[in-house]
């Protein structure tokens, strides 16, 4: 899986613990709007070995299932807001859900 995800204050939902938010599309309409899909979901992150093989990757994330999903449009000022810094999109979802971003 992709790193598309940002991490979420630990919540319940529908008596499932989650942990993260995962942005699967951005629709981007130029200078009008863009919608995103949007997953809720726990994530896992095992880490590394203390010896890794080469090749291999730092963290595997392992994805519980969506537990809620849906998709988010941003327009007039909350489009022009968002900018160049595409955690804007993550803090939109966030807030429209009530949930709480954990700093990068």
């Known amino acids: ?3 598309n995800y940002r991490y979420i ?21 130029l200078f009008e709007s863009c919608t995103a899909q949007y997953e809720v979901r726990e994530i ?7 010896v890794m093989p080469p090749g291999s990757t730092a963290v595997t994330a392992v994805w519980g299932p969506a537990l ?6 941003l327009s007039g000022d909350d ?6 810094d595409d955690n804007y999109i993550y803090q ?13």
């Open 92 to 104: 939109e979802v966030a807030a429209k859900l009530g949930l709480t971003l954990l700093p990068l």
């Open 1 to 3: 899986m992709p790193n």
């Open 68 to 73: 809620v999903n849906g998709a988010l449009t």
């Open 44 to 50: 896992t992150e095992i880490p590394p070995p203390l």
């Open 9 to 29: 204050e630990p919540a319940t939902v529908l008596d499932k613990p989650v942990n993260a938010i995962c942005i699967l599309i951005v629709n981007v309409y």
């Open 79 to 84: 489009y022009t807001n968002w900018g160049t």
